[in-house]
């Protein structure tokens, strides 16, 4: 399976406000940040420092209100709101900490959407599909639907739907914070095995220390703007 060629990614004087009539939140104040390709960064914050907002801004799923994301040498929001679309599809997975499957679908469905979308080859994007679910451990299940599947693993197959792409940039919104300890240790493992493998560049938001300390670079979002904190003394 062949995947988005590695980039780069800088991001330069980013920021984000919201207008409620008079009022006026600003949530990022210029943020910078540089990733090079197979980074992997952890990002930790209070309750609405703007984590989440940040990272749909760096997925594209969101415009800033000032400042530049460069994906390589592609100044990505001078791009139409088609081509966006296509370089999200392309380039970027996602993993939420509510997983977003479709309650219809089955498991492998849900891994083959991205796949669909791109208009890969229904024979391929089944296997793709399949391969990734059996290395997630649901190899026996892909005919399961989400409601027939335990939250541990709904959200390995949402880990297998934002990687079956082989995206250089995958991007993880606290995605086992709504698990236990235990299995959230297991699937964020797994999530940190399966990205170090395919080389991409992993950014997460995490409320747990213990997860951000498996990360070489640590981030702490305080009054709009990045702090890097030390690296752990032992990586994951």
Do not use: C, W, Y
């Amino acid at each position: 399976m062949t995947g988005v060629a590695p980039f780069s990614v800088e991001v330069r004087g980013l920021t984000k406000h919201f207008q409620s009539g008079e009022a006026r939140l600003d949530v990022l104040r210029g943020v910078d940040l540089d990733l090079a390709p197979g980074d992997r960064v952890a990002i930790r914050g209070q309750s609405g420092s703007g984590k989440s907002t940040f990272l749909q801004i760096l997925g594209t799923l969101d415009r800033p209100s000032a400042g530049t994301v460069r994906f390589g040498d592609r100044d990505v929001f001078t791009s139409s709101a088609r081509d966006l679309d296509a370089l999200r599809n392309r380039s970027v997975g996602f993993v939420f900490q509510f997983h977003h499957l479709l309650p219809d679908h089955d498991a492998l469905h849900n891994v083959m959407l991205p796949a669909f979308i791109a208009g890969v080859e229904p024979a391929t994007a089944r296997q793709q599909a399949a391969d990734l679910l059996t290395r997630v451990g649901l190899g026996a299940r892909l005919e399961h639907k989400p409601g027939q599947l335990s939250g541990g693993e709904q959200q390995r197959v949402a880990i297998a739907r934002a990687l079956v792409r082989r995206p250089a940039l995958v991007l993880a919104d606290e995605p086992t914070g709504n698990l236990d300890p235990h299995t959230a240790d297991e699937v964020f493992q797994m999530l940190l095995d399966l990205n170090a493998e395919a080389g991409s560049t992993l950014v997460v938001v995490t409320h747990s220390d213990a997860l951000a300390k498996r990360f070489p670079r640590r981030l702490h979002l305080v009054d709009g703007r990045f702090v890097e904190t030390d690296a752990p003394e032992a990586e994951a």
